[in-house]
């Protein structure tokens, strides 16, 4: 199946991740998208670490769930999770597939997106214009897991000659 375009991922940061070393997390984020497994530098010693990384993943099917995991590094055993979310790219693509925001300022809410069961959203989140593309920034809620929340922007990338977004 051909890529419809790619997803940019921009992994911020974690807030109040758990410990699970002896006073704080070595911590990183993997995020998967089918067979696709794409990973951040590890902060160590922080359970509110800032990333700041960009990490991008091919979409093939808008219905392939894409998980972010955290994880603790270890150096003698196997690395712990920290529990994990869906980034759900949904509305995001809603929004895209109407068009007509060109000329629309920087910093224009487009779109609000509600937390519910139906996602992993720890509060509202906006779709938003920012130099002429739209923007997702989103709080994610980690689930399987005490306590933790990672914040993550997304944005999509057209390929070019790829078949693109369509209804």
Same mark, same amino acid.
Request: with cysteine.
């Given at each position: 199946? @051909?890529? &419809?375009?790619?997803?940019?991922?921009?992994?911020?940061?974690? !807030?109040? /991740?758990? %410990?699970? *070393?002896?006073?704080?997390?070595?911590?990183?984020?993997?995020?998967?998208?089918?067979?696709?497994?794409?990973?951040?530098?590890?902060?160590?010693?922080?359970?509110?670490?800032?990333?700041? @990384?960009? &990490?991008?993943?091919?979409?093939?099917?808008?219905?392939?769930? !894409?998980? /972010?995991? %955290?994880? *603790?590094?270890?150096?003698?055993?196997?690395?712990?999770?920290?529990?994990d979310a869906e980034i759900d790219i949904k509305p995001y693509v809603k929004c895209l597939k109407k068009k007509g925001y060109e000329g629309v300022s920087d910093g224009t809410k487009i779109e609000k997106v509600e937390p519910s069961?139906?996602?992993?959203?720890?509060?509202?989140?906006?779709?938003?214009?920012?130099?002429?593309?739209?923007?997702?920034?989103?709080?994610?809620?980690?689930?399987?897991?005490?306590?933790?929340?990672?914040?993550?922007?997304?944005?999509?990338?057209?390929?070019?000659?790829?078949?693109?977004?369509?209804?």
């Amino acid at each position: 199946m @051909e890529a &419809l375009g790619l997803l940019r991922i921009r992994v911020r940061s974690g !807030i109040n /991740l758990g %410990v699970r *070393d002896t006073r704080s997390s070595d911590t990183y984020v993997v995020v998967e998208c089918g067979s696709q497994k794409v990973k951040t530098k590890v902060m160590e010693n922080n359970c509110n670490p800032i990333w700041n @990384e960009e &990490l991008t993943v091919y979409i093939k099917d808008l219905k392939v769930p !894409i998980i /972010l995991c %955290v994880y *603790d590094e270890d150096t003698f055993t196997k690395d712990d999770k920290m529990g994990d979310a869906e980034i759900d790219i949904k509305p995001y693509v809603k929004c895209l597939k109407k068009k007509g925001y060109e000329g629309v300022s920087d910093g224009t809410k487009i779109e609000k997106v509600e937390p519910s069961s139906d996602n992993c959203l720890a509060r509202e989140s906006f779709i938003v214009c920012n130099k002429g593309k739209l923007v997702q920034e989103m709080i994610l809620r980690l689930k399987n897991v005490e306590c933790g929340e990672v914040e993550v922007e997304i944005e999509w990338l057209n390929l070019p000659g790829g078949s693109g977004l369509h209804d």
